[in-house]
């Protein structure tokens, strides 16, 4: 091969991807077909520059440097820059998980709203009537209950291990909920209503023997944060269960791919939300601090979560972030 004529056939070309280039962020419809068309054609040409090197011997190193390095910026300029996973995860903790929150805000205070009344009501229900008492336990059980198990609970493991086992619970009634929405969100009902049960159970027993101090002392810590993530969960699988029924002017199956997606999304962010109650849990809830400063910690915690999915979810949301985890396809661009 004569590379003098085939640079000079080309060198037109060469230029034109340089300065196509150079203004990729300014490119019209057609320039950026023209700047996949010239880095195409460039790919080929360095192919060929490098396999005449190879089977002749005859070679420029420079101008050879100079196309892989052209074509380097173009394919760059086609593809895109790979994202560092440090700014995934700062994308996903500052808008994708904020935005699959906040986009689920209503459900969230719906299922926040059923649980409480239905524990309230559960609650005062049991404390109230003493038959109702002895009918759901033996005597003996609701002793040994509101004496000893409710509140040795709580310290009858080492804290490490019991942080573990808490998460991990915690974490599995949560993927229920988030799971069991594809069941047009009839289970995630059960697990929802059935956590709201067992809580106005735990509830009536302690008020009804006057240990309503203890109880709320105990749980309030941890429980603020815990059940507002479970709630949450729920609130991400009946919304999920809710697009099979309704896509909203979407096809369904479209619909529910971008729902599901981000519930994953809100699934992954309750990780780290459940693993800090388990945490308060384990460590806080046991402790010997006063009632009013554990409280205070969840307190703290609970609106610190909320305060940070809606704030950000906010902003996410009117930017356009919808909390889908769909990568963008590997496409070439087009006009």
Same mark, same amino acid.
């Given at each position: 091969m004569d590379i003098e004529a085939f640079a000079a056939a080309h060198q037109a070309e060469w230029d034109r991807l340089g300065v196509l280039v150079r203004r990729r962020r300014q490119l019209t419809g057609?320039?950026?077909?023209?700047?996949?068309?010239?880095?195409?054609r460039a790919g080929t040409h360095l192919s060929q520059l490098r396999a005449s090197a190879i089977s002749s011997g005859a070679s420029d190193p420079a101008r050879t440097a100079r196309l892989s390095a052209l074509v380097a910026s173009a394919r760059s300029a086609v593809t895109g820059v790979h994202v560092p996973a440090w700014k995934a995860v700062a994308r996903f903790a500052v808008a994708g998980y904020p935005a699959a929150v906040?986009?689920?805000?209503?459900?969230?205070?719906?299922?926040?709203?059923?649980?409480?009344?239905l524990a309230v009501v559960?609650?005062?229900?049991?404390?109230?009537?003493?038959?109702?008492?002895?009918?759901?336990?033996?005597p003996a059980d609701a002793r040994s209950l509101v004496?000893?198990? %409710?509140?040795?609970?709580?310290?009858a493991n080492?804290?490490?291990?019991?942080?573990?086992?808490?998460?991990?619970?915690?974490?599995?009634?949560?993927?229920?909920?988030?799971? %069991?929405? =594809?069941?047009?969100?009839?289970p995630t009902l059960y697990v929802l209503l059935s956590n709201a049960v067992n809580?106005?159970?735990?509830?009536?027993?302690?008020?009804?023997?006057?240990?309503?101090?203890?109880?709320?002392?105990?749980?309030?810590?941890?429980?603020?944060?815990e059940l507002s993530a479970v709630f949450l969960a729920a609130a991400a699988g009946l919304r999920l269960g809710w697009t099979i029924i309704d896509p909203g002017g979407?096809?369904?199956?479209?619909?529910?791919?971008?729902?599901?997606?981000?519930?994953?999304?809100?699934?992954?962010?309750? =990780?780290?939300?459940?693993?800090?109650?388990?945490?308060?849990?384990?460590f806080v809830t046991p402790s010997p601090l006063p009632a009013w400063a554990r409280i205070t910690i969840g307190?703290?915690?609970?609106?610190? %979560?909320?305060?940070?999915?809606?704030? %950000?979810?906010?902003?996410?949301?009117?930017?356009?972030?919808?909390?889908?985890?769909?990568?963008?396809?590997?496409?070439?661009?087009?006009?």
């Open positions: 057609p320039e950026i077909d023209e700047l996949v068309r010239l880095y195409q906040y986009r689920a805000r209503w459900w969230w205070l719906g299922t926040t709203a059923v649980s409480l009344v559960v609650a005062w229900w049991i404390a109230r009537s003493p038959g109702v008492q002895n009918a759901l336990l033996p004496q000893h198990q %409710f509140q040795g609970y709580y310290t080492p804290a490490s291990s019991f942080a573990a086992q808490v998460w991990t619970n915690n974490v599995w009634v949560a993927a229920q909920s988030l799971i %069991f929405g =594809i069941l047009l969100g009839i809580v106005g159970v735990d509830a009536g027993y302690m008020i009804g023997h006057g240990k309503a101090a203890l109880f709320f002392s105990l749980i309030l810590p941890h429980g603020m944060l979407r096809p369904r199956g479209q619909a529910l791919a971008v729902e599901g997606r981000s519930t994953v999304t809100i699934a992954l962010g309750m =990780i780290v939300a459940l693993g800090v109650s388990g945490v308060i849990e384990a307190a703290v915690a609970v609106c610190a %979560f909320a305060g940070y999915s809606l704030w %950000f979810g906010r902003r996410a949301v009117l930017a356009g972030e919808t909390g889908d985890m769909e990568e963008a396809p590997d496409l070439l661009p087009h006009a």
